[in-house]
């Protein structure tokens, strides 16, 4: 509800901590998600479906290094809106973007077209890519989480 309020231009900050500063209850809970709001708007931090809410959670739930959301990645081919991107994991590594595959956006031969020739492309260009489910993401995290850890540095 948060996020649809900033996206609505409706979420008052001041406003919001002055009922939290009345101290009643639940406003840990509410404080907190406001600081996340907070850090994923800092961190440019944009969703789109709730696939993508539940990976930084996960995310963030083991520490990994956040990644920027729904950016533009130009290469000589054309551009192309990912999910995610890691521009800079460390010495050694290419950029990373994971695509977070749900069947909604992914469920004709079109779609099927277009993001092969995106996958080709972002290859060629020097990107490291992944897709995953939401099967991988959400009912098999741990399996997902031991992927992540060879690929995305955890926060220091």
């Known amino acids: 509800m948060l996020r649809r309020a900033l996206d609505l231009r409706l979420f008052d900050r001041r406003a919001f901590d002055d009922i939290l500063a009345r101290g009643r209850r639940g406003t840990v809970?509410?404080?907190d998600a406001v600081a996340?709001?907070?850090r994923d708007t800092q961190a440019e931090i944009h969703t789109k479906s709730e696939l993508?809410?539940?990976f930084l959670t996960l995310l963030r739930r083991h520490g990994f290094v956040l990644p920027r959301t729904n950016v533009v990645v130009h290469t000589?081919?054309?551009?192309y809106e990912v999910d995610t991107l890691w521009p800079d994991r460390g010495p050694g590594t290419r950029p990373l973007v994971i695509e977070l595959d749900g069947w909604n956006t992914h469920h004709d031969r079109e779609s099927?077209?277009?993001d092969h020739r995106r996958d080709a492309d972002l290859t060629a260009s020097g990107h490291d890519r992944m897709r995953l489910?939401?099967?991988q993401t959400v009912d098999r995290e741990a399996e997902t989480v031991t992927r992540l850890d060879r690929i995305i540095p955890r926060r220091a």
């Not at 000589?76 to 551009?79: A, E, L, R, V, Y």
């Open 36 to 38: 996340a709001l907070s």
């Open 133 to 135: 489910t939401w099967e």
């Open 52 to 54: 993508e809410q539940r």
């Open 112 to 114: 099927f077209r277009r």
């Open 76 to 79: 000589p081919w054309g551009s």
């Open 29 to 31: 809970v509410l404080r």
